[in-house]
């Protein structure tokens, strides 16, 4: 995820100050390539041998358990490495140079004790563990813990290693200040005895919040304010924290993380989405502010498969952007779009985020994506009917009228390209396959066009391609696990009857609970970017919606959406300024622009809120619901 005024992502002018020895660190990508081709052949080869011959490979989960431990740990350890980590930098870029490198050492320092808590903790977790053994394999446990040890011990050489560029008084500084607050910390819990109920609570989020505005890592945040909360609250163990961390990503769908993105990345890089871009022009350029409508639905097809919204942005954005200037739109105009566009991409299938979001929760990946349609849709049409008029008020102009001919031939260069999105929802929707399945299948298909159709990458970029998969998928998966540590902590606090008791002593209507849960949601993806603010939220709220008589379906499909609308809502939303430095266009001017297209995704989310039938209506229809 890239890196917009307050979102830290690559980092190329400090590539080379944090590097560490380029053996290890080839040794480490290695390591990563190895795991995720070894698991795309194995499932790839599961599901041709089941749909061939009727057989499965009895072990290919427990391979995967395997597999995933190591991409979230050590991958996310490397990502750290690479500065891909989420973090919201909104107070830290705004102090004196002098201040901001005691406030980014102070980062380093927080995530050094993440390493070392983990570090601590991994010993009585590899022992206990020994004792147990697989039940196919009949391999020790324990061997299951060890990808964790390695991304701790690893975490910790990496976050030393930062702190090593820095002069030692602020080294010296920062890490007596994180000291002396902790101390702080220690001996008030210590002093008023257990932390517990809602001032509890409060005071994690609270925390969190603080931290993460002075632009520590997101990741790391929810890790150490979990551990933190566990030790005041002494409702268990703190080795409870790792077990819950390895436990937030034991789900088999989690491993299509990275062929979800690696997927992305060869459609980017392997010269599938020009094709689909000269095909979405075709079709809508030739009404009233067609490039415009052609934004839209560009958006539409690509959302939801690369794992970020500023990636389908930048993408969709970089491609179009300089014909937007030649037909005289504004910057400021197209960011607008391109923001509304994001927002009403977040339910389309395949969405990373409603997959991450259904297997962290009980909600089935298939019928969410199919969920997900009609809204999405409720919104790409207002959006499409909007600018056509807006577009004849404002004498926007028509695009090019291509010939029957022309268009065919685009339609035919570009349905290979679009079979990759279909490969998986028909793979996952139709119940051919499970969504890692689907993935692995779309990700073979997606390199074999790439390389001998298109012939937009050769192997040393593809090679690239999965390496930049596997450390992204690396910081998603990461953030999965200390994103359910935090939220379990928060659960056996009893923040879930808290809410609900506040949520009865405010009325107990489903409409007051529908419209604190959007409100929370729109300010957390805000403040925290989307996935982390769903990773917190999602499992503590979903549940609740039994009490309030909604459908959960319904509930995430409006969970996802404000949190879309969260992350392009400025001053804080991340992607809106992603999305301004990709069209090359100011916040102060794109806001205006903004600000009636903002008004139409507010109205079909309200829409999409108070009548269930947008959300239920198709599921329903297919049978996947009563």
Request: charged share 10%; hydrophobic share 55%.
């Amino acid at each position: 995820m890239e890196r917009a005024v307050v979102v830290t992502a690559t980092a190329n002018a400090k590539r080379e100050r944090y590097a560490y020895a380029p053996w290890l660190e080839r040794t480490f990508d290695g390591v990563l390539v190895v795991v995720l081709v070894a698991e795309l052949a194995l499932l790839f080869g599961n599901t041709m041998l089941r749909a061939l011959w009727g057989e499965s490979i009895d072990w290919a989960n427990e391979v995967a358990e395997f597999a995933l431990t190591s991409l979230a740990f050590v991958g996310g350890a490397v990502a750290y490495h690479r500065d891909l980590h989420m973090s919201v930098r909104y107070f830290l870029d705004r102090l004196p140079n002098k201040w901001r490198d005691y406030g980014e050492a102070a980062g380093h320092v927080i995530t050094l004790l993440v390493a070392v808590l983990g570090i601590a903790l991994a010993y009585p977790m590899f022992a206990r563990a020994w004792s147990y053994w697989t039940p196919v394999l009949q391999i020790s446990k324990s061997w299951t813990v060890l990808p964790y040890i390695i991304g701790m011990i690893l975490l910790a050489i990496l976050s030393l290693r930062r702190l090593g560029d820095y002069p030692v008084l602020v080294r010296v500084g920062s890490g007596a200040l994180v000291l002396v607050l902790g101390v702080v910390w220690y001996v008030a819990q210590l002093y008023t005895g257990p932390w517990s109920g809602p001032g509890a609570a409060l005071l994690a989020i609270l925390l969190l919040l603080f931290m993460v505005l002075f632009g520590v890592p997101i990741a790391f945040v929810l890790t150490i304010v979990a551990y933190m909360a566990m030790i005041s609250s002494k409702s268990a163990e703190i080795i409870a924290i790792p077990y819950s961390m390895q436990n937030g990503i034991a789900s088999f769908i989690l491993l299509a993380v990275p062929f979800f993105i690696l997927a992305g990345n060869l459609m980017t890089e392997g010269g599938l989405t020009k094709p689909l871009a000269d095909w979405v022009y075709s079709l809508v350029a030739r009404y009233p502010g067609g490039l415009m409508q052609a934004v839209i639905v560009g958006m539409f097809i690509f959302s939801g498969i690369s794992g970020s919204k500023i990636a389908d942005v930048a993408a969709v954005g970089t491609a179009m952007k300089g014909m937007l200037k030649e037909q005289g739109y504004h910057p400021a105009e197209s960011t607008a779009v391109f923001a509304s566009a994001g927002i009403m991409g977040e339910t389309i299938p395949p969405s990373l985020v409603m997959m991450v979001l259904a297997s962290i929760t009980t909600l089935s990946v298939g019928t969410f994506f199919v969920t997900g349609m009609i809204p999405a849709t409720l919104m790409a049409l207002a959006l499409l009917i909007f600018i056509y008029f807006r577009a004849r008020a404002k004498g926007w102009p028509c695009g090019e009228k291509l010939p029957w001919s022309t268009r065919f031939k685009l339609t035919f260069r570009a349905i290979p390209a679009l079979l990759v999105p279909i490969i998986l929802v028909v793979g996952i929707v139709g119940g051919i396959a499970t969504p890692t399945e689907a993935s692995s299948f779309a990700v073979v298909y997606a390199i074999l066009i790439a390389l001998l159709l298109y012939r937009g990458m050769g192997l040393r970029s593809l090679l690239t391609a999965i390496i930049h998969a596997a450390v992204m998928s690396g910081m998603i998966l990461f953030m999965v696990s200390a994103g359910a540590a935090f939220s379990w902590t928060l659960t056996i606090g009893g923040l879930p009857t808290i809410i609900t008791r506040m949520m009865n002593s405010l009325g107990g209507s489903s409409f007051v609970f529908m419209l604190a849960s959007i409100v929370t949601l729109i300010v957390m993806g805000s403040i925290l970017e989307g996935l982390p603010s769903l990773l917190i939220f999602g499992p503590l709220l979903l549940p609740l919606t039994t009490l309030f008589g909604i459908n959960a379906l319904q509930f995430g499909i409006v969970l996802i959406i404000s949190m879309g609308i969260g992350t392009f809502v400025p001053p804080f939303g991340i992607c809106y300024f992603a999305t301004c430095s990709v069209l090359e266009s100011t916040v102060e001017e794109s806001t205006t622009k903004f600000l009636p297209y903002l008004i139409i995704v507010a109205v079909g989310l309200a829409l999409i809120a108070l009548v269930p039938w947008f959300s239920l209506a198709l599921p329903a229809a297919l049978h996947l619901i009563k």
